[in-house]
């Protein structure tokens, strides 16, 4: 092993050193003063350096792979499949079509009138994008900001969860290959609970912020006072629906991955399944026979299915959820239990049936190894079910019939829907992802995420040689006020002699747009 290897290596066993308030201000405004010099940079410049990160997170995948694992709890195999793969795939995307999305747009004139007025729509970056990210995606969610956060010109200040810091050193690490300017790109190590108020109060110019409904709420209602914009990803309580016609091996399979695996720890996870009642029996058993086959515990040798939650909070949330859910009547059809003897932070993969829309489970994001299954007897109420929730993150239809699939698709309210899939769109760079309702605003990911890490400006240009003045400029007159009449007349007159006559008008005021006088 060599010397940076071994130093690497005792990095991950150690806390990272928490930052101040000051710090953060200071880090604010050294990044301001160089972000002009960024946003100077030309583009193919800035694509070159980018992609530098792309090599580095290549020529050390695995090593990121282990401390994904290490630090969130998830198996390294995981960590590969939705972590690892998926950033490098992002900087190909977002590299590649940073110069369509950075393009100047044209926008054609709306009438003959104001036909010599061109407009082009330009994009400005942001400037200082403050980026606050959760402990159960600790790279791909951030990587997915921080990349087109660079790419337009921004620059970044990053913080990640206090529990996945060593993950938040690798992504670092990885950003300092790029040889960026200096003070470009910040990590910052705070406790959550300062690090909002203190990223506002830092003066960012837009905060990107995953994590809980609560802390969203408060951070959207503070950055209300400066008019600071937010991009707020909030969590989902994700329903799938299972149709009579479905691939019911597909749609059990689909389910323990998208709802178990990083042990249920997914906002976009699914949490509930409704399945149409006439296959609702062999559903279950298929689901059954899934999730008996998992393997949870630690991971030794590549060979385990489920890891440990992340937090012992989060554990204890998951436990209230299911305790609630036995006490309101629910019976527990399913499980995988970790190796008698396992010790620490393991919860046992359960399937929940019996269940209904009064208990915790069903209402609010659990984040953790429960599915809860019941059933429907048509497709409005099973829609209905799925719409009643406070969140929409994401959510999906199961059909042989794909035409049945998107017209149940388009009335579900959430911001995510995939028809015989489920939580991969997050790994979709081209696929903007964001939620409905409590679940968020704003977009990341795609060209809609792109946008958000810029402003848009408008510059109208008057191509006409000659005029001295546009023809509804002082002085005012009864003349001018029925040219300017005649306008809608001519335009939007009910009959040629109407519009006709507002031609006349027109026509008598229009002269004075090339006079002096």
């Not at 091996?249 to 399945?275: D, M, P």
């Not at 609702?280 to 489920?306: C, M, Q």
């Not at 509804?472 to 006709?500: A, D, N, Q, V």
Request: glycine fraction near 8%.
């Amino acid at each position: 092993m060599s010397p940076e290897s071994i130093s690497h290596s005792a990095e991950k066993k150690q806390p990272s050193a928490p930052n101040s308030i000051d710090d953060l201000r200071i880090a604010v405004g050294q990044a301001r003063a160089v972000q002009e010099e960024w946003e100077a940079t030309p583009l193919k410049q800035r694509i070159k350096r980018i992609l530098q990160i792309r090599r580095f997170i290549v020529d050390h995948i695995d090593e990121l792979a282990d401390v994904i694992a290490a630090d969130n709890g998830k198996t390294r195999v995981d960590a590969m499949a939705t972590e690892c793969v998926a950033m490098t795939m992002a900087i190909s995307y977002y590299c590649r079509n940073a110069p369509e999305f950075l393009r100047d747009q044209k926008i054609s004139p709306g009438n003959l009138l104001m036909a010599n007025k061109r407009s082009v729509l330009t994009q400005v970056p942001c400037g200082v994008v403050g980026i606050i990210s959760p402990w159960n995606y600790p790279a791909s969610i951030p990587f997915s900001e921080i990349i087109p956060a660079l790419l337009a010109g921004n620059a970044v200040i990053f913080k990640g969860a206090s529990e996945t810091q060593a993950v938040s050193r690798f992504l670092r690490r990885s950003i300092e290959a790029a040889d960026l300017p200096e003070g470009l790109f910040h990590h910052i190590n705070m406790p959550g609970r300062v690090a909002g108020d203190a990223f506002l109060d830092a003066g960012i110019d837009k905060l990107f912020f995953t994590g809980s409904v609560s802390v969203g709420k408060y951070l959207m209602q503070k950055a209300s006072a400066t008019l600071t914009p937010v991009s707020l990803e909030l969590g989902g309580n994700d329903p799938m629906i299972v149709c009579e016609d479905a691939d019911l091996c597909r749609a059990a399979k689909g389910a323990v991955w998208a709802g178990l695996q990083n042990a249920g720890q997914s906002c976009g996870g699914v949490e509930r399944i409704y399945v149409d009642r006439r296959i609702y029996a062999p559903f279950l058993d298929e689901l059954k026979t899934g999730v008996e086959a998992l393997r949870i515990g630690p991971d030794s040798n590549f060979d385990t299915d489920i890891g440990r939650m992340t937090t012992g909070r989060q554990l204890e949330a998951v436990n209230r959820h299911v305790s609630d859910a036995m006490e309101k009547g629910a019976t527990v059809f399913a499980r995988s239990d970790p190796p008698e003897g396992t010790q620490g932070q393991f919860l046992p993969c359960l399937v929940l049936t019996d269940v209904h829309h009064g208990m915790l489970l069903m209402k609010e994001e659990t984040f953790g190894p429960v599915l809860a299954v019941m059933p429907f007897d048509s497709i409005d109420e099973a829609v209905s079910l799925a719409n009643d929730s406070e969140l929409g993150l994401t959510a999906s239809v199961w059909s042989k019939d794909s035409s049945k699939a998107q017209s149940i698709a388009r009335r579900l309210l959430a911001g995510a829907v995939t028809i015989n899939d489920h939580l991969m769109s997050h790994g979709l760079a081209e696929t903007p992802w964001g939620g409905f309702k409590n679940s968020g605003i704003g977009r990341t990911h795609g060209r809609l995420g792109f946008a958000e890490m810029t402003r848009q400006r408008v510059i109208v240009n008057d191509i006409m040689p000659g005029v001295r003045r546009n023809f509804w400029w002082h002085p005012y007159s009864r003349k001018l006020y029925e040219g300017l009449r005649g306008i809608t007349r001519l335009l939007y007159g009910r009959g040629p002699i109407e519009r006709l006559r507002g031609a006349v008008a027109l026509l008598k005021v229009f002269p004075r747009t090339f006079g002096k006088t």
